[in-house]
Structures are given as structure tokens and as C-alpha cells.
């Protein structure tokens, strides 16, 4: 392996690595994680049925340990699970399952319940869709999705419970569609550290040039309700590499509804005015909304800008030239294009790590080779923190320090080479996390705050 020398110091060869079946310091749930994008939707509460301590895992992993989330109305604490045993894996657990349902039935107030397997319930084929056909015909209003681990990791679980809703829920409808309406599919609810903040800030943004925003998930989403209009939307907008993707073609062969993807998540007045823009011409509505919306953000945007740029200019000695992304593939895109095309910064190295299936990994590359006029890079996938590792200590950064953009997991790695980390991923174990947003225009400048507060402390 190629030498490489970090902060002039003596250079370090490092040993080849072979990819084992093992993976250390994991970067994702297991699929009955999508137990939060349920709990994500207002209103709404999982029913787990699965082994003892799966629920409690995922709720520590993903919404304590990850920015310090909460569990919110119908996570946490709050999730129902059978906590299948041997008696489940021998007899079978459909009647484990009812009790629970029955039960939650009369302790939890839900507008929409959501039961999820286990690995346990789908390897002994307990028959869950029986069940909830069940309590679905007496009129509660509940549905199921097979997650068991063996599906995938919480991304694809994530598609599998959306989809669950649609068609079990949501149901069929023949009505006319609305004109300016959209239903957005974007980040992973929980899992992304700051979904909250940031689909608040999309829903803003795409009400600002003149549409009717159905975000589905967080604080701003209307719930249950919202989701029964997902049919009368004009279209589907997803905003993401990949995730969502699957829903979007699923609706347009249910309703017949067409979909706009945009796999970078827009960061920075430059990002987001080419998105809304590409939206509204997509949407065919009035331009000159948008365009005074545009404007206005725009001026205030730079106008914070202007000012910081006073620092940027000065405290040239202190900031990092070179930086890594290591993350999932929807922040480590919108990142990597953010840090080279508005503030210069050259990439060193860019790692997806949530697994996209194979069929999303060309098209991903493809964005990267096309991150600036003039800049390219490549990119790659991995998600065994060992690996990982050794990769970014391989990269060449110069002679400054880099600045990694990751997860707690790469807070040593980021003091060994001697460069600051800003934590902007799964698990982010030393960031509290509110309703902070790092894109569009008003988290740009959030994420600038964050990204120079942390170089200027880490060189103090």
C-alpha cells in the first residue's frame, strides 16, 4: 500500500486490508429499524413482533446515540413488542401477537398503528398478515410490513413500511389530482441526525415558490391525513440518491403519478435555486413566485455571507484544504458538492456507507464525477468501520489538516491525523440535536457556523 504523508510527520505505511464478512462499528439499523420512519409520522405508533431487546437496540442506535433524538409520541419507550421467546419459535407467535395488538388497542391512542416483524416471526412464518387482517376488518386502522433483518438494513425497511401504508392504508382512489401539490421522499427519518430540521426546511423552501407540500414525516407533517392525500398529489418529488426511489415508481404505477428525482439534496443558495427551480419547471407553476421567493433568499443568504467571508479571507492559515465525507450517500453527495463549489475546498475522499443496493451504485458514481465544472472525484462504498479507516489514512491531504465530515466512530481517527471532525451522520454521539437543519439556504449557513467553529477551535 502507498505511503502517505499527514501534517509533515514521519511517513506511515500502512498494511493491505482484506475485506472479512466480519463489520465493525456499524452504520445502520437492521430492517425492523423502520420502526422509526412509523413513528416518524405524527399520530402513528409501532407494534413490534420480534425478539426481546430488538426495539430497545435500534431506539438506543438511532434516535438516543444519534444526536440524542427522543423517542417522540410513538417511539422510544412508547413501542409495543411481543418479545418472542422459545415458546414463540416452537408454537408459533400469531397468538403472542394478537394479545399485543388487542392490548395496545386499549392502553395507546394512535391514529394509525404499524406492526413490524422480526427476524424470529419470519423465519417461523407466523402468519402477521392474518392477524392484522383481523383487527382491519373490525375497522382499526392498522397495517404490517415483513422486516425481518434478512430483508436489508433500515434504508430498505424504510420502503417496505411507506409502501405498507400506501397500499394497505391509503388504498385505492380514482379522483383528480391537484395541480401544485407534492408528496416529498427524501431523508431517512432518525437515522439522519438532522431530518427534523432539514425536512422543515425543504417543506419552507417548496411553499416559498408556491406549492402545497405533503413532507409526510416530522413535526410539519399533518399526519395520517396527509397521507390519505397522497393520491391527489400532482407528483412525487424525491430528493435523495436513491431512498425513495421504489415508492416513487410504485405510486406512479398505483395512481398514475408522475415522479421528479433529484439526487443532491440542495446546501447553499447556488444548490438550491437550481432545485426549485428544476421543481417549479417540472410543476409548470407561475415562475414569478419563485422567482421573488429565490431573490429574497438569495440577498438575505449572502448577505450573511458577506460578512463571514471577512473571516474566510483572514483566517486563511487555520482552515482546512483538503476534506473526507463519510456517510450515507444522500449528506455525502450534498456535502461534497456544498464544500467544493461554494467554499473551495479540494475532496480527498468520499465513502458511502448505508449498502445502496447495486443497481442505485452506478448512477451515484456518476453524480460525483460531476461535482464542479472542473472537479471530479471518485467514490466509494463501504461500510465496515475498519475498512473505512484505514481508507482515509491512506488518502493523501497535504500538508494541512484535513477535516473529516462523519460519525462519532471517526473522532479518534480525526485526532490521530490530526484534523477536526464534524459530526453529520449515524451514530453522532456528541451532538444534541433539536431542530437543527444543515441545508437549503438557512442551514447552509448553520452548517458553515458549525464547520469553521470547529477548525477554529481545533487549531486554538
Not at 52 to 68: E, I, S
Not at 321 to 340: E, H, I, P, Q, R
Amino acid at each position: 500500500m502507498a505511503n502517505t504523508e499527514i501534517n509533515n510527520t514521519k511517513a506511515k505505511t500502512f498494511p493491505i486490508v482484506q475485506k472479512t464478512n466480519s463489520i465493525q462499528q456499524i452504520r445502520y439499523g437492521c430492517s425492523i429499524a423502520a420502526l422509526h420512519s412509523a413513528a416518524a409520522i405524527p399520530g402513528v405508533i409501532p407494534i413490534t413482533h420480534c425478539g426481546p431487546g430488538c426495539v430497545d437496540k435500534q431506539f438506543m442506535n438511532l434516535a438516543f446515540y444519534n444526536g440524542f433524538q427522543g423517542g417522540g409520541y410513538g417511539g422510544g419507550a412508547v413501542v409495543p413488542s411481543t418479545n418472542a421467546t422459545e415458546k414463540e419459535v416452537i408454537f408459533g407467535g400469531a397468538e403472542r401477537l394478537r394479545e399485543l395488538i388487542a392490548a395496545s388497542l386499549n392502553v395507546l391512542d394512535a391514529d394509525l398503528f404499524v406492526v413490524l416483524t422480526g427476524c424470529i416471526s419470519d423465519l417461523v412464518g407466523d402468519d402477521v398478515g392474518s392477524v392484522v387482517s383481523e383487527f382491519q376488518q373490525q375497522g382499526v386502522p392498522i397495517v404490517f410490513a415483513e422486516t425481518g433483518g434478512f430483508k436489508g438494513n433500515n434504508f430498505i425497511g424504510h420502503e417496505l413500511v411507506t409502501q405498507a401504508i400506501i397500499d394497505q392504508y391509503v388504498g385505492d382512489y380514482n379522483g383528480t389530482q391537484e395541480k401544485g401539490t407534492v408528496n416529498v421522499w427524501s431523508l431517512l427519518p432518525y437515522h439522519n441526525t438532522f431530518w427534523r430540521g432539514d425536512l422543515t426546511e425543504i417543506k419552507r423552501i417548496l411553499e416559498g415558490v408556491g406549492l402545497k407540500v405533503n413532507i409526510l414525516f416530522g413535526y410539519e407533517s399533518e399526519g395520517i391525513s396527509e397521507w390519505k392525500n397522497i393520491p391527489k398529489a400532482q407528483f412525487n418529488l424525491v430528493l435523495s440518491p436513491w431512498l425513495g426511489l421504489q415508492t416513487a415508481q410504485h405510486l406512479e404505477e398505483k395512481y398514475g403519478q408522475p415522479f421528479l428525482h433529484i439526487p443532491v439534496i440542495p446546501i447553499g443558495a447556488q444548490e438550491t435555486s437550481a432545485f426549485l427551480r428544476k421543481v417549479v419547471g417540472f410543476s409548470g407553476l407561475d415562475t414569478a413566485q419563485a422567482e421573488r421567493f429565490i431573490a429574497q433568499e438569495e440577498r438575505s443568504y449572502y448577505n450573511y455571507l458577506e460578512s463571514f467571508a471577512d473571516f474566510y479571507a483572514e483566517y486563511w492559515w487555520g482552515l482546512p484544504a483538503k476534506f473526507a465525507v463519510v456517510g450515507d450517500s444522500a449528506y455525502n453527495l450534498a456535502l461534497t458538492k456544498f464544500l467544493v463549489n461554494q467554499l473551495g475546498i479540494i475532496p480527498g475522499k468520499q465513502i458511502i456507507t448505508e449498502n445502496p443496493p447495486e443497481e442505485y451504485r452506478e448512477a451515484i458514481r456518476q453524480q460525483y464525477q460531476t461535482i464542479a465544472k472542473d472537479v471530479s472525484t471518485d467514490v466509494e462504498f463501504e461500510d465496515d468501520s475498519y475498512l473505512i479507516h484505514q481508507i482515509i489514512r491512506q488518502t493523501k491531504f497535504g500538508h494541512k489538516p484535513p477535516i473529516i465530515f462523519g460519525t462519532t466512530w471517526e473522532r479518534d481517527l480525526a485526532k490521530e491525523l490530526k484534523g477536526a471532525i464534524v459530526e453529520v451522520g449515524f451514530p453522532a454521539s456528541y451532538e444534541v440535536v433539536i431542530s437543527r437543519a444543515y441545508i437549503g439556504y438557512r442551514g447552509a449557513l448553520t452548517l458553515l457556523e458549525k464547520i469553521y467553529t470547529t477548525t477554529v477551535g481545533a487549531s486554538a
